[in-house]
Every structure is written in C-alpha cells, then in structure tokens.
C-alpha cells in the first residue's frame, strides 16, 4: 500500500525567507501524481502545486515550486518570499491509479513577521 | 465557476443518531470523493463517486455510505452514530477523478 510522510510537524520561518517543507513516499506505481495542498486556519484545502511523476522537470506556481526526486521518492515543496497569508496547514498527498489521495499528516507552517 | 458547496457547515448530533452531508461539486466536474479528517487519524479517504456510481472506497464500516444524483451531487450519510465519528468532512470535486481535487469548506460533525 501506497504511504506519504512527513516528517515534520511543525516549521516556522520569517516574513520574506524561504522555507522547505520535506515529503516521502512509498509506492510500486510508476505512474501517478503528487500533491500540495494548503488548508489555512478555518479555512478550505487549497491546492498549492501539482506534479506528474512522467515529467521531469519540477513543477513551479509562482512562489512555490517543487523539488520532486522520483528514484529517491522524495517531493518536497520549497516557498520563496514567505507571506503572512502562507501560514497554513500543508498536505502531501499521493494519487496512484485507483485515484484515491494518500495523505501524509501535514506540517503547521508560521510565518512570523 | 461556483466552488464545491457542502451543507450543513456544522452539526451537532447524539450517539446513535444519522446524519446526513451534502456536496455540490464544480459545475462539470463528475467525480466527487469524501474524505474524513480527525486531528489523530488525518485526512482519510471514505469514497469516490462518479457518474452515480461509487467507483473506489475506503477502509470505513458499512455505517458509512454515499450516493451521487445525475447532476453530480453527492450525499453521504452515517448512521448510529459514535463519538468517534465526530470529525470535519471534506468533499472534493474533480472533473475526472484523474485530475486534481477541488475542495469544499466541510462540514463539522460533533457527535455527543
């Protein structure tokens, strides 16, 4: 069975700096996607960055970006310029063939002014 | 486009009672899946619907259930309730289920 980790709970960093948040994950699929997703305090998940395991090239949405190293199974997000709004819950999650989202236990990011 | 809806946004039942959500998904997005979330378990995945059939489901008893409408709209119901069901109940839309997911605000269910 496919799992996602992360290994960090908790992270903070100040306004403006950069901060990685790391994923792990375990599967025998060589075709799937992989996922970060925002929930903000109170507030409705929101997808941050998405990525196909065929491409190669690490997927980027403005400020975010990934670094996604399949043979390691490692996908680690990466936010530039932090914001006071980037303080969220953030969620790994993965989707193999049978496209139910696998979900690591999330990291609690602040971002401190 | 409207985003994915779910009704009620909050709910307060008794052990032993059912309970019914509802999800509107984006407009044209044919694939709704349910997803449990609880601060020790995580988000976990309950089931996925798609063109009124549930097509994929999750590692939860029979007590859970879920139906899809020819417009898309999902339920899902959960009957006798247990204290342990009490947990936030996000629904998430997606045109195909291949693609990513779009979620809803969720419904916080307190069971007592």
């Known amino acids: 069975a496919q799992t996602v980790t992360q290994s960090q709970p908790e992270m903070s960093v100040q306004e403006a700096e950069t901060v990685t948040l790391s994923c792990t994950y375990d599967?025998?699929?060589?075709?799937?996607?992989l996922f970060w997703y925002k929930q903000p305090p109170s507030r409705q998940m929101i997808l941050v960055i998405r990525?196909?395991?065929?491409k190669q090239q690490n997927a980027t949405e403005n400020r975010f970006s990934v670094n996604f190293q399949k043979a390691a199974k490692s996908f680690s997000l990466k936010i530039s310029d932090s914001q006071l709004g980037d303080t969220a819950m953030y969620f790994c999650a993965y989707a193999g063939n049978n496209r139910k989202l696998i979900w690591g236990l999330g990291t609690s990011l602040a971002v401190n002014p | 486009k409207a985003g994915v809806t779910q009704t009620p946004r909050y709910l307060i039942k008794t052990r032993g009672q059912q309970v019914t959500l509802s999800c509107s998904p984006i407009s044209g997005h044919r694939s709704v899946s349910w997803y449990q979330q609880t601060p020790g378990q995580g988000l976990q995945f309950l089931f996925e619907y798609f063109s009124e059939t549930q097509r994929n489901k999750g590692n939860f008893p029979g007590r859970f259930s879920g139906r899809q409408f020819s417009n898309s709209r999902s339920e899902m119901n959960v009957s006798t309730l247990e204290l342990g069901d009490s947990a936030l109940y996000l629904c998430?839309?997606?045109?195909?289920?291949?693609?990513?997911?779009?979620f809803g605000p969720g419904t916080r269910l307190t069971v007592t």
């Open positions: 599967t025998s699929e060589n075709n799937y996607y």
């Open positions: 998430a839309s997606s045109l195909t289920g291949y693609h990513e997911q779009y």
């Open positions: 990525q196909e395991a065929y």
